[in-house]
């Protein structure tokens, strides 16, 4: 009987892969985080080099961006691990190598990893092919956020105790669901356990982005169309924050991209700085 094709997963979750892997290639020491394995993961043709994405100079920012904003949630999973939380969910996961990365802090934890069906079992076959496997205390689970069942049904199915604290993540999302999916999603997790952290990315309007980093951001939006999976919804931080709000979290606050710049970059001597486009949402329960 012939096997059934799964899908590899969509640009973005290649692309993402392969600006933190090149963070270890092409920048200089130190290094916010040392991802190879996402390379790996999704193992590219030796053309790579040649597509306009991978140019380390013209994505210079957007790589930045990406890899201060995983430094960042590194940093608070484990600040919350530290305080006991045992509970790791990404929503919109992709190719998101944490588990394999950091494994002393990752086998702490029960780690919920949640995407597209196809991207799911096509990344649970690699990590078997490349020998990593899925340890018990991760659980790639298949959800659709727009059509699909509950994703937290799923979550739960999975073995998810929504009696106790998580950390929730949602990086690089946002952008391509409805805003009354994204408040679906708000809702959901502030009815999570007292003491839960949610961490979302979203992308600003492109009028509240800074005017040199303008050009990148269309240029973005074009690539994400081209490939299928249009920026469909941009956020204010009122706007953003009155959703949480709303929501029924405890508290939120906005992080902008411009506070990850002076928290990671500041004593860089290179010029590698985050674009002011991606900034992020951290509420709690």
Known sequence: MAHEQIEAPDNTAVRTALWRAMHLQVDPPPHLI??????????????????????????????AAIIARARFIEDLVAEQADRGVTQYVILGAGLDTFARRKQELASRLRIFETDQPDTQAWK?????????????????????????PSWFEQLSTAGFDPGRPAVVV?????????????????????????????????LLPTELVDEADRRGL?????????SGTPFISFYTPQEMLALAREAGFKDARHVPGTS???RYFTDRTDDLRPSSGDNLLLATT
């Open 34 to 63: 040392e991802d190879e394995i996402g390379l790996q993961l999704a193992a590219p043709g030796d053309d790579r080099r040649d597509r306009p994405d991978m140019d380390p100079q013209a994505t210079s920012g957007f790589r």
């Open 218 to 226: 269309r240029a973005s939006e074009e690539g994400a169309r081209a």
């Open 124 to 148: 649970r076959n690699r990590l078997v092919e490349l020998g990593y496997g899925t340890p018990d205390w991760l659980q790639l689970v298949p959800v659709d956020f727009e059509t699909g």
């Open 170 to 202: 949602s990086t690089g999302v946002s952008m391509y669901l409805t805003k009354d999916a994204t408040t679906a999603t708000l809702r959901q997790i502030a009815g999570f356990a007292p003491g839960t952290t949610l961490a979302m990315t979203f």
């Open 260 to 262: 990850l710049a002076e």
